[in-house]
């Protein structure tokens, strides 16, 4: 079973609650880098509102949702259609193209500042691209990005907790950052898949944390445990799936376990299931150094900038498009 833990007493209890809440979250990333929360504090009316506008989107002829495709390419901003993306590649692994659709955007508005707009840093802070319909899509997924910032903020403090570190060390690591979010759709599967395609492969995630809001439906995710053991992980429209990333793992040394987890087909009874998931992938500032929280001498990995991390990442899980299809891909 993936935990289920309630954030309320954290968000507004006392100090105790928030250690109590943080040791909880310790204990489990030691074992499974998953659990679900609730009493997080993001209305209902802002998760289905993103999610209805999505559907809305994603329905629409393919020739529509193409219209949203960035005209440069390589961006990662606006609508990616099937066939594109192989996220097993991002984890040494090789595998036809995943079965999704998704729409990627990032921060809609930025400071006039040299961390933002140098050549650097208009590398991660790249302006949204929105489709013509339907009509309120920046303002849905603006006000539910900004609800998963606050929320990421308290996570992290409360993961400094847990970690015995204090409370406030991610903030100047976290208060410029790259986080980019996904609206993924796993369409209907009206062929079989092809051997080893899967509606996401088997991958783990780049940054600190993933925030996830999904549907109990047929075909859904599972994670790895250490043992090797594969779970379903539950994903209630109304709470959220938190799950460590890559450079969460590293900067605790692997205290923490950034777990592989895929998003599996629908048996072939449920084929015609359509299922949404909303990702928002929290990432430190680009120029954060990620080095290990252990005494010297012991640290496993060898120190990492953010920006770079999540680069390289992007590089390997796009190299499947450039490789399984001849013609020029759409723009990721």
């Known amino acids: 079973m993936i935990p289920v833990i309630d954030l309320a007493a954290a968000r507004?209890?006392?100090?105790?609650?928030?250690?109590?809440?943080?040791?909880?979250?310790?204990?489990i990333c030691r074992e499974i880098g998953f659990f679900s929360i609730t009493g997080h504090g993001v209305p209902l009316a802002l998760m289905d509102g993103l999610r209805d506008t999505a559907k809305t989107f994603f329905a629409q002829p393919l020739a529509v949702k193409q219209r949203a495709i960035h005209p440069v390419q390589g961006t990662p901003r606006g609508y990616i259609a099937l066939g594109v993306e192989a996220l097993a590649y991002g984890n040494g692994a090789t595998t036809p193209p995943d079965l999704k659709e998704y729409y990627h955007f990032g921060r809609q508005h930025w400071p006039d500042q040299p961390y933002y707009t140098?050549?650097?840093?208009?590398?991660?802070?790249?302006?949204?691209l929105w489709p013509e319909h339907p009509p309120g899509f920046a303002a849905a997924a603006a006000a539910y990005y900004a609800a998963m910032e606050a929320l990421t903020q308290d996570l992290m403090r409360i993961a400094a907790?847990?970690?015995?570190?204090?409370?406030?060390?991610?903030?100047?690591?976290?208060?410029?950052?790259?986080t980019a979010m996904r609206l993924n759709h796993y369409p209907e599967?009206?062929?079989?898949?092809?051997?080893?395609?899967l509606r996401a492969g088997t991958h783990t995630d780049?940054?600190?944390?993933?925030?996830?809001?999904?549907?109990?439906?047929?075909?859904g995710l599972q994670v790895q445990t250490r043992a090797g053991a594969w779970l379903d992980v539950p994903t209630q429209p109304e709470n959220f799936v938190i799950n460590i990333g890559d450079l969460l793992m590293r900067w605790t040394n692997d205290r923490w376990v950034s777990n592989p987890h895929r998003v599996v087909n629908p048996p072939a009874?449920?084929?015609r299931s359509r299922r949404l998931s909303?990702?928002?992938?929290?990432?430190?500032?680009?120029?954060?150094?990620?080095?290990?929280?252990?005494?010297?001498?012991?640290?496993?990995?060898?120190?990492?900038?953010?920006?770079?991390?999540?680069?390289?990442?992007?590089?390997?899980?796009?190299?499947a498009s450039a490789q399984a299809q001849p013609e020029e891909p759409p723009a990721c």
């Open 12 to 27: 507004s209890g006392s100090a105790a609650d928030r250690l109590r809440i943080g040791q909880q979250i310790d204990r």
């Open 269 to 271: 009874e449920a084929a």
């Open 206 to 219: 780049y940054g600190l944390l993933t925030i996830l809001n999904g549907e109990d439906v047929p075909g």
């Open 189 to 197: 599967q009206a062929m079989p898949p092809a051997p080893g395609q």
């Open 118 to 128: 140098s050549a650097e840093g208009q590398r991660y802070f790249l302006p949204n």
């Open 278 to 319: 909303i990702a928002f992938f929290h990432h430190p500032n680009y120029d954060a150094l990620i080095e290990c929280i252990a005494p010297p001498g012991e640290a496993r990995y060898a120190p990492v900038l953010s920006g770079a991390y999540r680069d390289e990442k992007y590089r390997q899980t796009r190299l």
């Open 161 to 178: 907790l847990g970690l015995g570190i204090d409370e406030y060390f991610f903030d100047d690591k976290i208060d410029r950052h790259i």
